[in-house]
Nanobody, 126 residues
Framework: VQLVESGGGLVQAGGSLRLSCQASGFTFDDYTLGWFRQVPGKEREGIAMISPSDGSTYYIDSIKGRFTISTDSAKNTVYLQMNSLRPEDTAAYYC????????????????????YGRGTQVTVSS
């Protein structure tokens, strides 16, 4: 499994960014895909995921209505559209894929996927 993120950067509060994750080495539609983020000194936490079976999406409360996860199966790519960015969204963002052996809670900080990319930094200035 290989996951390569791109699209991070520096943006002002209120702005937007779209993260992309190019996936390879596995059957894309068989895996649950998601995005995690981590700030220095804290554990990495899951923030969004998309189910391969029906495309259902799930978000942590702090990003609901602002971020959207989506996939393009033809391109084996996962996206995270981030709008109305806030300084507290500053973090390293990681694309992740799960083959069914991960953990899904019960809380978002307990979510664990079996594979992660190397991450891309998002910095939101106030």
């Amino acid at each position: 499994v290989q996951l390569v993120e791109s699209g991070g950067g520096l943006v002002q509060a209120g702005g937007s960014l779209r993260l992309s994750c190019q996936a390879s080495g596995f059957t894309f539609d068989d895996y649950t895909l998601g995005w995690f983020r981590q700030v220095p000194g804290k554990e990495r936490e899951g923030i969004a995921m998309i189910s391969p079976s029906d495309g259902s999406t799930y978000y942590i409360d702090s990003i609901k209505g602002r971020f959207t996860i989506s996939t393009d199966s033809a391109k084996n790519t996962v996206y995270l559209q981030m709008n109305s960015l806030r300084p507290e969204d500053t973090a390293a963002y990681y694309c992740a894929a799960d083959n069914g052996n991960g953990r899904y809670g019960p809380n978002w900080w307990e979510v664990y996927f079996t594979s992660y990319g190397r991450g891309t930094q998002v910095t939101v200035s106030s």
